[in-house]
Structure formats: C-alpha cells, structure tokens
C-alpha cells in the first residue's frame, strides 16, 4: 500500500498517526503541493478532489482521512480504533465526527482567511476578516468546551485511545503552530489530555 503524503500537512499526519498505532507496514509518497502536483491530470485521476491523503491499494485509490482509516481498520483490524461494541462504535463516531465538523471545520476557515494562505496563495481564496474572526472565536470556544468534557474522560471519545484522539490532536496541533489558535494555557485538562496523546510514539509519525 502506498499513501499519498506531504509531511507539513495535517490530514495526512491523521493517517500516518493511525498507521503507525496499528503498526501496519506503509510505503509513503511525498506530494510537491508547492508545484500543484495534487491538481496534475495524474493525480486528480485518482482523487477528483484534488487533496491529499489518499491511500493506493490493490482494489484501487481511497481518498478521504476517515475512508482510508476505515479501510486499514478493516484489514488490519487489531488494535481496535473505532469501536469494538455497538455503543462504542456510535459514540467514538459522534465524537469523530464532532471533532470533525464542528473544530476542523472552523480551523479551516481560519486557515483559508489568514496570513499564512494569504503569502502562500495569494488571490486563491477571497480573504474575509470577519469570517477569520468568527471562526478564531469558535474555535476557542470549542476548546473551552473541551476542556470542560475532558473532566469526565481520559481520551477525546472516552476512557481509551481512538481514531477521535487523532482527529482532535491533529486538528489542535495544526490550528496551533500553523494557524495561531493554540488553546489558552488554564484549559489544563486539555493540555493534560494533549501530553498523554503526544507521549505516544504515533505522534511524532
Ligand atoms: N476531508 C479531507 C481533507 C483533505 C485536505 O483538505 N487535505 C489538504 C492537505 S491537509 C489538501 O490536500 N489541500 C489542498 C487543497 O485543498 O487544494 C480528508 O479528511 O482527507
């Protein structure tokens, strides 16, 4: 198997940290984004959306972080990332998916409207402030609320480590070095969260 990869960019650490904690054996290629290798002919052939990751199997090309999880949980499918009994498997879901739509989501649009695409990318995107401000502030707001959850649980979906830990970790640590929305130093179950997850050796993939 082959992941398509760029080691700067977030989405793909979320597969390479999911790999690397289930030991599977990957060969990695590293996409030039800077030279737009990810809109080549070439490469929207096997993702039309023109992202990366996206994992090359035997069967065929698998975009998409959680699809290409999926897909390697199902092969490989110890240790258990996504749920082992029904209620484990719906809640780590609905965790995921929060973590997902409701931080990744906004970290994105904070992303697009900040300085750092602004220099890389100029005139790709409409930059809108206002926007980049609403978002900053959701995104901190859902740290607090975090933060504020993580009383109750060791792990990001409940008390061990799941696909959820690595979608949060990934989102908070790019939204933090590359987007400057590092949550506040008192959120200290979150911090106390993030040290147990990045002591892991998976982290550093
Ligand atoms: N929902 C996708 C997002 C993939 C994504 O946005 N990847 C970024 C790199 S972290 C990318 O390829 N961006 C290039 C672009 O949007 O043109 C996933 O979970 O894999």
Request: with cysteine.
């Amino acid at each position: 198997m082959k992941l398509y990869d760029m080691t700067a960019a977030p989405n793909p650490r979320r597969v390479r940290i999911f790999v690397a904690e289930k030991g599977i054996e990957m060969e990695y290629h590293q996409v030039n984004m800077m030279a737009q290798e990810h809109k080549s002919p070439e490469f929207l052939a096997m993702n039309p959306s023109g992202k990366i990751p996206v994992l090359e199997t035997d069967e065929g090309f698998i975009a998409e972080s959680v699809a290409i999880c999926r897909y390697l949980e199902a092969v490989y499918p110890q240790p258990n990332l996504f749920g082992a009994t029904p209620f484990e498997l719906g809640t780590i879901e609905m965790h995921n998916r929060i973590f997902e739509l409701e931080m990744w989501t906004q970290i994105g649009i904070s992303w697009v409207n900040g300085p750092v695409v602004a220099k890389m990318a100029p005139g790709r995107f409409t930059q809108n402030p206002q926007a980049k401000e609403t978002s900053d502030a959701n995104v901190h707001a859902f740290y607090r609320r975090f933060d504020k959850e993580l009383a109750d649980r060791q792990f990001a979906a409940g008390d061990r480590y799941t696909v959820a830990d690595i979608t949060a970790l990934t989102g908070v640590d790019f939204a933090s070095s590359s987007v400057g929305l590092k949550p506040d130093e008192a959120l200290t179950n979150l911090w106390d969260w993030h040290a147990r997850v990045t002591a892991r050796p998976s982290a550093s993939a």
